[in-house]
């Protein structure tokens, strides 16, 4: 059994196809058919369910592969232990964040990184909490930016800010002449929200009782004023700008991009204020832990957001 043969598996159950598998591996198809097949004769059973259309991990060939990723990570520990005094600050971080957080923090995050450490550039990528789950437990990613609460097996978490949700709302709508509102006033209107999969979407409807049962009642009425959905929260923006109806969004989103003051409005809630808690999580065997250090740092600090309605900037305290 080598460390070749399990990068191999891991890459196949990845990848459920041999041809880019091998491609993954930098290797031709014949040379990584034969070392899995090698493997699973030195085991005495299959590790994956082979078909013309097809190929599936076995129960027991999924646990032996998640014990490989383990052993995996543990190398690249080893390695960085073996270059005793290696910096951990000089080479690229891969860093994932859902499509909500990502777009609103990373201008504000690469400044404040590239100060503290200039010679670790990010590779970057946003979406899905599901996919940034798989991408991190297969080491795609070294770290990801999420919203809690989440839980994964071998993952730590670590809280950065609380972020307030805020309501967006054309600046001629009658609720814009109140300083503050409530779920249930919200609950009345036309209301524009993510489609299902959007966790941001959930964390609203969680926080806010009301909308959920205007949400539900509108869907059961089929009636023509259903809760429109959109596809991204600068969507949702634009379509609240051409006064399509209201949203809530988190506060870095409301004020991420101003239109002038007659055209969008942004009003906070009435106490207790609705949030989401922005945490960071990445793998126990993760071997760089001084690129996590600085990385939370400098998430945890430079959340630099506006207050609701004013032009003063305020930052997000750390959890």
């Not at 041999?18 to 097949?37: D, I, M, N, W």
């Not at 249930?184 to 049962?213: I, K, M, N, T, Y």
């Not at 006064?243 to 988190?250: M, R």
Request: proline share 8%.
């Amino acid at each position: 059994m080598t460390l070749t043969e399990l990068r191999y598996v891991v890459t196949l159950a990845r990848e459920r196809h041999f041809g880019r598998a091998a491609e993954r591996c930098h290797v031709s198809q014949p040379t990584l058919s034969v070392a899995v097949k090698k493997l699973e004769d030195e085991l005495g059973i299959p590790l994956f369910e082979r078909s013309k259309s097809s190929i599936r991990v076995t129960e027991t060939g999924q646990r032996i592969i998640e014990q490989a990723q383990r052993v995996l990570d543990q190398v690249g520990v080893i390695r960085d232990l073996a270059q005793g005094g290696k910096n951990q600050l000089n080479s690229p971080l891969k860093v994932g964040a859902i499509y909500t957080i990502g777009p609103y923090l990373f201008p504000h995050l690469l400044p404040e990184l590239h100060r503290a450490a200039p010679e670790m550039p990010l590779y970057i990528e946003e979406n899905y909490t599901a996919s940034l789950r798989q991408k991190l437990r297969h080491s795609e990613l070294d770290a990801i930016i999420i919203a809690l609460p989440f839980e994964e097996p071998e993952v730590v978490t670590l809280p950065l800010y609380d972020e307030p949700f805020v309501v967006l709302l054309p600046a001629g709508h009658p609720l814009a002449r109140k300083e503050q509102l409530t779920a249930g006033e919200l609950a009345r209107e036309q209301l524009l929200l993510l489609g299902p999969g959007h966790c941001f979407r959930d964390q609203v409807l969680e926080s806010c009782p009301p909308l959920v049962e205007a949400v539900t009642r509108r869907a059961d009425a089929a009636s023509p004023s259903l809760v429109t959905e959109g596809s991204s929260l600068e969507t949702i923006r634009h379509m609240v700008a051409s006064g399509l109806g209201i949203t809530v969004l988190p506060l870095s989103a409301a004020t991420a991009m101003q239109y002038p003051e007659d055209i969008l409005a942004v009003r906070p809630f009435t106490p207790p204020v609705p949030f989401r808690t922005v945490a960071l999580a990445w793998r126990v065997t993760f071997p760089r832990p001084k690129a996590i250090d600085v990385l939370s740092l400098a998430a945890s600090q430079c959340r630099v957001i506006e207050k609701a309605g004013t032009d003063a900037p305020v930052v997000a305290e750390s959890a």
